[in-house]
Structure formats: structure tokens, C-alpha cells
């Protein structure tokens, strides 16, 4: 069987409905043949009452015919599926929904393979020759096939569009030059595809250079965790050994005690058996000397008694000095003493400068953007722990739970004074001073407002020295309808949801300064952008209603 034979067969036995070879095939009274669930399906779907269509012919049908089995063009798609030619050749691809297909094809239409600019049509690789054979044709414009053609066509003349409007950056026909469009700088619309080609060309240039610039970043960034990861775990280690050594030191000095209290105690033990031993000794012969004598006492006979008095009355001279007196029994209890004082000095070594280690460590520096964190767990990983300082709060505050809760109790109290204490405003700040990243919450209650000030805010009776009311402090309070931040002379009103805690964020070295309202979740109220120049302390301020309070929260 020839090749053209072959292909005029699978035109032949294809369904126009299911564009498959045909599968039971059956032909209709007009002559065209269908697959028969495929014609069946066909007539169910139809609307008109007792009337059937052919869907290639639309001939009508009245009543439906039926339908018979071909037989011939069974047998025929048959020897095609078993000669392996089920699938169409390369030259003869069906259009599906999806592909551009050939305006020239009649029948079954083929997948377009190329489109013409100038025809503004698709056409197949048959219908396609004559662009490649005529010389006329030769010069159209042919680019991959292309569903947009009608959108070179002007919607309102219906010509082709060759012309393209600066003014308007849009492409026209030469009709619309002489109308809506008369007087506007206009060129060709190759010359406007050069002018867009150079553009764009300058921002692939520009985006292929963002890329080189993003992925050097990403290799130094890279670079970076790297370098961060081997820089923790080598920290980490040595830590471990540093702190393996102050215990290996501390339990040197603790065995060095034990030893040197029990060398002492064997020494001072065998001291006091010795005495004991002699003092037993001396009892002994006191006891004998004192039986001689009573045995003396009750001799009868005068001379008898003056004869012998001189030889058991005489005492052999004694060397014992006693200096044991009475006292409370302390031997080792002023050791207890030393080393309870020595914990004590080295528990608030270790506070004060433990302090320290965790803002160093909020400090490392990385090249990533100053960003703050994104949720809680985050913030905490910057958390302090935070008390008020005694020496600065006003009199008629009350501080409690180791000074980490503040109340305003309107009583003078008899704090000694101070030159840092605040005295006209009830305001106290934190003992610490705080750099790097750090975060703090504050639970409060009445109205409080919660500050962050630096170390040398006025103390005196000055506006100046309350917090938020000068260019050393910054403060955020809570009103009736939302938040007031204060700030020299500066005052923001802020609306959002009204919470029982603040959480306040410091990156000092970026100069950020957050507020936050802490419930379940954390909403930024407002922050700050500057350059701080000192460390800053954490602070409350009280309006002047009795029982308020505001307390460190302690984060975990």
C-alpha cells in the first residue's frame, strides 16, 4: 500500500467527533462515517424533537436512522492498527484545542507551523510551500504559529497595523494617522520594534545583572552561614571547656577545703587526745594521792599520823595550766560563713557579668539587613531579665518580687536619698543598662506608660525629666482610646488593640526602637528610627492614680 494511499485511508476512517480512528464504525444516510458511541452521543445531545443532523454535512434526519456496522472500514482500521499506523506521521499532526491550526486546511484541519505577518494567517507544511517557492511570497514576514494575528488587524478600520504612535506607545493603522492620531510623532513599526528591542535589551541587561549581583549574594551569604556555623560550634566548645575548667577549679578549691578542714580537724583532735591523755593520766594520780591521804586521815595513833604526814601530804608539782574555758562550741561554723560569703560574691559576679555574654551574643554581626524579628519565639531569643533600680524610684513607689514590680501607692516611703532618684515624677528605670538587640515586656495595669531612657535623664522638678518629654527618653502610654507616644515635644497618637502587656524591642546599634501590644499576638504600635548615643534603661512612669502597677515580665 503507498504512502499516499496510506494517508488518504486515515483521513479516510478518522471520527470528526472524537478525531480518533473510528472505533464500531457506521455511516449515516449522508455517506460520512462516524464512531458509533460517538454518533449515538451526538443525537442524544440534540434539541430538536425527532430530528437528527450529520455533524460534518448538518443534513437532517427524520425519523433517526440506524445505525448499521461497516464492515469495510472496520476491516480497514484494523489492518492499519496492526501495520502500526494508528498514529498519524510527522508531516500530517492534527490540531488539537490547544494548537494553532491551518487556515487553508478544509477538511480535518493540521497543526499551523508557521504564522504570516503579512498574509495574517497560519498555515501547515503543505500550505506552507508557496511562501518558500513563490518569489512574492518570499518576502512575507513568517514567525512560530501564532493565535494573535487578528490583533494586528485595527479594530475600527479593519486594516492592518504597520505603524506605531510614540505619543500614544501604541501600534496603528495608516488610517488612524489621518484621524485620532494626526499630528502624533509616529514610525514605522519596525523602527518602533528597534527602539523597544534596544530598551529592551537594556533591561535584560539590567535584570541579568540583578541576577549576577542577588546570586553573589546568595554565595556570600552562603559565605556566611559557613562561616557562622563554624564559628558557633567552635564557641560553643571552647565555652564548654572554659567552663568545664571554673568547675574543675571550683571543685579544686571545694576539695582544697575539705582537705585542709580535715587536716586541721585530725590535727586539733590529736591535740585534744594528748591532753586528755595526760589530764587522765593526772586524774589517776590525784585519785591515789587522794586515797593515801584519806587512809592517813583515819589513822588513831598520834605519832603514827606525824610520822608518815610529811611523805604522803607532799604533792608532786603539777604543770597543768588549764585554759579551757567554757564557750560556744564554733570550730569549723566560720568556714561555712567564708565560703557562703564567697558563693554569694561569685553569684553576683556571675549575674552582673552573665548579663553581658547574652548581649554579645545579640550583637553578633552578620551581613543580613537590620530586620527585626517575625514572631514572638524570636523576640525571646533576645530577651532580658530586668529588675528597677531602688536608687531611682520615686518615693511614693513600692517595689516588689525582687524588684522587678512597681506600685504606686501614694505614701512617702523612707528610701535614703539618692542623687538618681526621681523626685517629682513616679518613674523608676532599670538597674541595667541596655546594647545590642534586646527585648522586654511589661505587664501593667491603671495608667502606666512604659519608657526606655537614657542613664542621665533630669531628676530634678522639671517637665524635662519625664520620660517622653525630652530628647533622652522615649515613652509609649496607654489612653481610652488606644496609645500616645511621646517624645521631646513630639506626641503620636496611635490606635490599636488596648492589651495588659507591652513588649518593647531595642536594636541600639540600628537605633530601632519598638513597641508592640503582646496578646496572643504581637502588633506593632510604633517604632522609632535614630542613632542612640548610650546605653539605654528600661522604665515606668505612673499617672497619678494610687494602686497602679507595672512589673518585668520573665520570659522563658
Not at 564557750?327 to 553576683?348: I, N, S, W, Y
Request: proline content about 4%.
Amino acid at each position: 500500500m503507498s504512502p499516499n494511499k496510506l494517508k488518504l485511508d486515515e483521513e479516510t476512517i478518522s471520527c470528526s467527533i472524537c478525531l480518533d480512528l473510528l472505533k464500531h464504525p457506521v455511516t449515516i444516510p449522508c455517506g460520512h462515517s462516524y464512531c458509533m458511541n460517538c454518533i449515538k452521543t451526538h443525537w442524544d445531545g440534540e434539541d430538536k424533537k425527532g430530528i437528527h443532523s450529520c455533524p460534518q454535512c448538518r443534513k437532517d434526519f427524520k425519523p433517526r436512522p440506524v445505525l448499521v456496522k461497516s464492515t469495510i472500514l472496520a476491516s480497514l482500521v484494523e489492518e492499519l492498527r496492526k501495520t502500526g499506523l494508528e498514529d498519524a506521521p510527522a508531516d500530517l499532526c492534527y490540531a488539537g484545542p490547544e494548537d494553532v491550526s491551518c487556515d487553508v486546511c478544509t477538511e480535518r484541519k493540521l497543526k499551523a507551523v508557521k504564522s504570516c505577518l503579512v498574509c495574517l494567517a497560519s498555515y501547515c507544511e503543505k500550505h506552507l510551500q508557496p511562501h518558500y517557492e513563490a518569489p512574492p511570497l518570499q518576502k512575507h514576514q513568517l514567525v512560530e504559529p501564532s493565535k494573535k494575528l487578528q490583533e494586528n488587524i485595527c479594530p475600527r478600520h479593519d486594516e492592518v497595523m504597520k505603524i506605531f504612535c510614540r505619543t500614544d506607545q501604541q501600534c496603528i493603522c495608516y488610517l488612524c494617522l489621518m484621524d485620532e492620531h494626526k499630528g502624533h510623532k509616529t514610525v514605522p513599526a519596525t523602527a518602533g520594534r528597534a527602539e523597544k528591542q534596544k530598551e529592551l535589551e537594556a533591561s535584560r541587561q539590567q535584570i541579568q545583572q540583578g541576577i549576577q549581583d542577588r546570586q553573589k549574594d546568595v554565595k556570600l551569604l552562603q559565605q556566611e552561614v559557613e562561616a557562622i556555623n563554624v564559628s558557633a560550634d567552635k564557641t560553643v566548645e571552647d565555652s564548654e571547656k572554659i567552663f568545664n575548667q571554673l568547675i574543675r577549679l571550683i571543685q579544686k578549691r571545694s576539695s582544697d577545703v575539705k582537705h585542709r578542714i580535715k587536716s586541721q580537724q585530725e590535727y586539733e583532735v590529736r591535740r585534744a587526745s594528748k591532753l586528755q591523755e595526760k589530764l587522765e593520766q593526772e586524774i589517776t594520780e590525784l585519785k591515789r594521792k587522794d586515797a593515801e591521804l584519806e587512809q592517813l586521815s583515819h589513822t588513831e595513833d598520834h605519832n603514827q599520823f606525824l610520822h608518815n604526814y610529811p611523805s604522803v601530804s607532799a604533792l608532786s608539782e603539777s604543770t597543768h595550766s588549764s585554759s579551757i574555758k567554757s564557750r560556744p562550741q564554733r570550730h569549723f561554723e566560720d568556714v561555712t560563713t567564708a565560703v557562703g560569703e564567697l558563693k554569694d560574691k561569685l553569684q553576683d559576679l556571675l549575674t552582673e557579668e552573665w548579663m553581658t555574654i547574652p548581649m554579645i551574643i545579640s550583637e553578633v554581626d552578620v551581613l543580613l539587613p537590620g530586620t527585626e524579628p517575625d514572631t514572638r519565639a524570636d523576640f525571646l531569643m533576645y530577651s532580658q531579665e530586668l529588675s528597677f533600680d531602688p536608687n531611682t524610684a520615686n518615693q511614693e513607689l513600692v517595689l516588689s518580687e525582687g524588684n522587678r514590680k512597681a506600685t504606686l501607692v501614694k505614701e512617702e516611703q523612707s528610701y535614703p536619698d539618692h542623687p538618681e532618684r526621681f523626685l517629682h515624677y513616679h518613674q523608676v528605670l532599670s538597674k541595667k543598662g541596655l546594647t545590642g538587640r534586646c527585648y522586654w515586656e511589661v505587664e501593667w495595669s491603671g495608667g502606666v506608660c512604659v519608657a526606655a531612657a537614657y542613664r542621665d535623664i533630669s531628676r530634678h522638678w522639671t517637665v524635662k525629666s519625664a520620660f517622653g518629654f525630652s530628647d533622652k527618653s522615649w515613652s509609649l502610654s496607654s489612653t481610652k482610646m488606644g496609645y500616645r507616644f511621646d517624645h521631646r515635644k513630639d506626641e503620636v497618637v496611635i490606635s490599636g488593640p488596648l492589651t495588659s502587656r507591652v513588649g518593647v524591642y531595642l536594636d541600639h546599634r540600628a537605633g530601632v526602637l519598638s513597641f508592640y501590644s503582646v496578646s496572643e499576638t504581637m502588633t506593632l504600635l510604633h517604632r522609632v528610627q535614630t542613632t542612640f548615643t548610650q546605653p539605654l534603661h528600661a522604665g515606668v512612669r505612673f499617672h497619678n492614680t494610687k494602686g497602679n502597677t507595672a512589673q518585668f515580665v520573665q520570659l522563658e
